[in-house]
């Protein structure tokens, strides 16, 4: 048996830490202590919960291992804690009422079946007298206002909305009382987080709703298998206030002595063990284990030190689990993983044993040191379950039948049929691709009605009644090899490979790009299965890819938003192997929100269809957003807001991948849009030109579309002309399909960059840019430097290249456009350090000295604004500063202004660039300024 009160050592430096945190010494009062599973972080938050209790500070305790935390549940748990001390008892009453009221709202839903089941689409009861005996059920539960709140659909919809918001203030305003109650007795509030890593999906609720929500006085620990800035970039706005650190292993002494009381007193094993396990306390733990099943310390033989914990962690697993004497219980061991927790009655399903004999087993799995209690039952410490998991893989046929049998189980227990028998047959139920009201999911008379309505046209397309046409099969196939020899299994290899790591991890995503780089066809790419067959990692996810093209709306609207990304739904999951049943009722809500013409039935239709969708936990549904410029600005930020939420309600398994120009655009004046924003921006891919394969490879499709042959050289002499853009190269090709002949394109070179259509091509990539990153182009085409952090955006998607150490334009054609772009101004006066150059009234000055040069462009980068004569000095003569003897004089830094003008200045007798300032420096003048 384990021992009665487990033997704990060391950890006394982050218990003094939160000592620390406590009584105020340190400047932050949010602490994050972060370390790999089996480290001891859950010990260590024992330990600060006894140093509180001990010191009379009232601490909530809220452990992330509880498989029911939802935001109001984390709430009313802070709460409970804290109520527990009798001073304390009654500063929550508010919240207490609020929270009670919320129970007796989730109440009603249930029974009633939910918002859309009670009422209809104008708000309605469907059922006004079994609503009305729902209610009288409650009897004195429920109050008068929340009866009104419940009986109004659009009330209830608006308290639902602001529930979690209102219970968060309510709960904020009884810390606050508390805080001041603690005040007198100066003492502080504590708040403990364990096991952070499962709350991770309440991520950003806990980080920008919960945490700025606690009143000043309230000391925070939040510990978890991950750095908090590492989980979500947004804990960094915290700065100084946030304090992070790694638990490390336990020192030499301290596991010494936990040996030492586990019997292990043998100097040289001492060392040995030591060595082996690192201090790694759970390493420490399976070596206890392992020599008590083995019978004691000299029996389980020499142990070879390792550096990867993991292999170690395996391997003594891998001894416990021969040296079990009781086989049921190894058999458990090997097997029982799968569940997260188990009681007795799953160990009996698992084991397929009688539920007495399921109960002697889990007696047995008491003992073990690596199983822990559960709010359910037991569990396997995290990190051994990972490891004994990993393990059981290996035996696909035996782990497949281990997890249909906890299926199955757990489906009985709530009553769902999984017979093959009770689901919809092909006989039954079919689909129809596309009809003018999108997927049709139904009986066989239903769709054979569907298609009656439709017209079938010669070319073999099905045409709705809006025009729009649907590819019969055949012609989808035949797409499809045509799609196939467009793109090269290689093609945009290297984004998309990022892009789907960013999926497969549950994070969103920008995809920023050149107008004309083909970050539509990009997408396209993208949702063909194959493609994500090959990028994909997890064998175990279901992704889902819905595209929407924001230009296809009707209307700019929140409606016409949500409208657009149903219909888009219901038309392209019939493809993705989802269940009819669930496409049933996406078209469903599909319809109900065309009929309503109203954002918040859009809206609620939106976020049910998703639940729909994630109801498997290994789903995931990725909704590339195309031309997402077109809605971001004209749109109400509430739009975004709630595509937040909905992504924060399915973290890890909802993604968005937003399409735009220019991420820089999209920063100025955020406001309610911000959360949106922070939660795409934090993973930014460039779409640039092709790289020379995929290039070559889009040349020989298009030209092959043309019947046309263009030779290896002239191939590799366009795509340096076009620097691999995709639109110029395609524009280019267009030139020649009547032209051109094998050797002719040397003829063709001189007149392109002048041809119409790569001017258009060009200003559709210039019209993209900003103000400030033209006025940096056009000093780079110039050969002068551009203005320091103006090139975010052109370097990102490959408008700007290396060449050796300066930066140039990505290829000859967009250079000679930018160069007919630079404002007369610019022509005439021009300084620039990389390359050294100096223009000034259209004249080259290459006769400057080193210092004069370097004053010069001092002048010129800070053009417009006076510069002191200190200042001047301070940065013109920079090393040769400290070397001059009696520093550097008025007279001399003037000398050196008159040196300066007579080599740039028309007349140096009236400057006309370089001009004094009385009583304050020097100031470069522009032309547009005089």
Partial sequence: MTDPQPYVVGRQSEVECFGALLTGRVEHWLLNIYGPGGIGKTIVGHKMQALAREKGVPIAFVDGIRPDLTPDRILHAIKEELAASETLSGAFDD??????????????????????????????????????????????????????????????????????????????????????????????????????????????????????????????????????????????????????????????????????HHDLHDPVMLDQVYRFTGGYPLLLVLAVHLQREAGGWPKIGAMEYEADRERVATKLLERILREERAKEVQIFLEKGVV????????????????????????????????????????????????????RLKFNQPEYKRVVKCLTDYYAEKAGIQQDEKDRPSESKYTINIQTGAGVVVGDQAQVTQSL???????????????????????????????????????????????????????????????????????????????????????DDADFVFVLVDLLALTKRSEWAVYELILNRLTSQLAASGIEATIIAEITSHHQETIRSRDSFTAQRAFERCVDLLCQRPARRVVLLLDEFDAVFWPLDPFLF?????????????????????????????????????????RNVCGLGPYDPGDAQQMVHYLAGRRSIEISASDTDCLIELCGGHAGLLKSSLSLF??????????????????????????????????????????????????APGALYDPKLTGLIREDGEKEVLFCPLFTDFVRQQIPPEMQRTLVGRSPA?????????????????????????????????DELITNVYRQQYDRMRGGVTDETLQKLISRLRTKIEPDNER??????????????????ER
């Fill in 641 to 681: 807001r709630c595509l937040r939420a909905v992504r924060d309600a399915h973290k890890g398994q909802v993604s968005y991948i937003v399409v735009t120009d220019s991420l820089t655009r999209l920063q100025d004046d955020l406001v309610e849009a911000e959360h949106f924003y922070r939660l795409v921006e």
């Fill in 737 to 786: 399909w009547d032209v051109y002949q094998a050797g002719d394109l040397s003829e063709l070179l001189s007149t392109l960059a002048n041809e119409p259509v790569l001017q258009s091509e060009c200003q559709k990539m210039w019209q993209s840019l900003s103000e400030r990153e033209k006025s940096a182009l056009c000093a780079l085409a110039s050969g002068a430097q551009a």
């Fill in 837 to 869: 150059i100096v223009i000034i009234d259209g004249q080259r000055v290459d006769t400057l000295t080193e210092l004069e040069f370097e004053l010069l462009c001092y002048l010129y980068e800070n053009r417009g604004r006076v510069c002191t004569k």
């Fill in 911 to 928: 400057p006309r660039y370089i001009v004094t300032v009385r009583g304050e420096g020097y100031r470069f003048v522009e032309a547009g």
């Fill in 452 to 538: 009656d309505e439709q017209s079938v046209s010669k070319s073999g397309q099905v045409s709705d009644d809006d025009g729009s046409s649907v590819l019969s099969p055949e012609l989808n196939e035949r797409k499809r090899d045509v799609e196939q020899d467009r793109y090269a299994p290689t093609y945009r290899a290297a984004e998309i490979r990022q892009v789907m790591q960013w999926i497969e991890a549950g994070q969103s995503a920008c995809l920023i790009g050149l107008r004309g780089a083909g970050k539509s066809n990009f997408l396209r790419y993208m949702l063909r299965r194959d493609v994500q067959q090959r990028y994909q990692e997890r």
């Fill in 95 to 260: 919240f207490e009422r609020a929270y009670q009221e919320y129970l007796t709202v989730q109440q009603v839903l249930n029974r009633c079946g939910g918002v859309q089941t009670a009422f209809d689409v104008m708000g309605n009861i469907k059922d006004p007298a079994g609503f009305a005996r729902l209610i009288d059920d409650l009897g004195q539960t429920i109050t008068e206002n929340t009866r009104q709140t419940v009986s109004n659909r659009f009330a209830l919809e608006r308290y639902l909305r602001g529930v979690e918001r209102a219970l968060t203030r309510s709960l904020s305003s009884g810390l606050e009382a508390a805080v001041e109650i603690e005040k007198a007795a100066y003492r502080s509030l504590a708040l403990v987080i364990d096991t952070y890593e499962e709350l991770e999906g309440l991520d950003d609720w806990v980080c920008r709703a919960l945490i700025p929500a606690l009143p000043e006085g309230i000391k925070v620990v939040v510990l978890g298998r991950n750095a908090l800035p590492k989980i979500n970039f947004d804990w960094g706005e915290f700065g100084p206030a946030l304090h992070v650190m790694e638990l490390p292993e336990l020192p030499e002494r301290d596991t010494k002595a936990y040996l030492t």
């Fill in 339 to 390: 569940a997260r927790w188990f009681n007795p009655e799953v160990v009996g399903v698992i084991m397929g044993v009688s539920a007495e004999q399921g109960h002697a087993i889990y007696n047995k799995l008491e003992r073990h040191s690596f199983i822990e209690r559960h709010p359910y039952g037991l569990k396997f410490h995290d990190k051994i379950r990972e490891l004994l998991l990993d």
